[in-house]
């Protein structure tokens, strides 16, 4: 019996042992594999401990860029704000010079059309004056803009090839006389002009000399017979090189071989009506 007991207890420790072996074995194995986990943990966060530092490294350097980018940004916007309002002192200024240029423009666009008015009711005045007595073809009026065009047929001034007024002329030249007595602001030019067939006449010497002669002797009637101011008057000639019609027939050439009395605004009084709206 007791060796029984004896075998018992001994088979209990020896299972016993064998247990205590197996449980240690495997204790063992888990302890190593959950180093090894720790050591992989401390690799993991070692790496990632270099990649933060990296990171860092880059946002550290980006915001020190960035630092700098705001503060060229703002000297920037500090020059842009001088400039701005240095470009808005000139941009008022440029505005209101061009304020004053467009009253100004109005205000000569007036002058203008109150001259153009002027020169119709001059025109109007001299058909009126004109008409009894001439044909309508012998002479011609135009108004354009500031500018008032007598057109004078040869044959109502002058015989052919000559220079000098005929009486019935002075008629003519008293009537438009009147009425540039009655406007003393204007300046009258007179001018000749001739067909192209080659003068003949004794003392002339072509087509030239005739036409200067011809406003000249017109010039001269205006003067002395009907009192107006010489400084008022110009002479000029324009030959045979500014026809109204082919020289070819004799119509065309009656119409070219005329005197045009041309009444324009004095130049100085246009200058001295600009400087004083200037001023």
Known sequence: MRKLIVVG???????????????????EGNFNKKSQELVDVKADLMKCNIESEGKISSLNQQVADLRKDKEKTLEYVDNLTVLSKSASENIKETLAQMGKKDEYITYIQKAITRKDSINVALGFKLKSVLKNGFHDEDIQIDVEKTVVYISIADKLLFKSGSATISKDAKIVLGKVAEVIAAQPDLEVMVEGYTDSKPISTAGIKDNWDLSVKRSTSVVRVLQNDFNIKPNRLVAAGRSEYMPLASNETVEGRARNRRTRIVLMPKLEQFFELLENKID
């Open 9 to 27: 207890i001994m088979a209990s420790v020896m299972l016993s042992s064998c247990v205590s072996n197996k449980k240690y074995t495997e204790l």
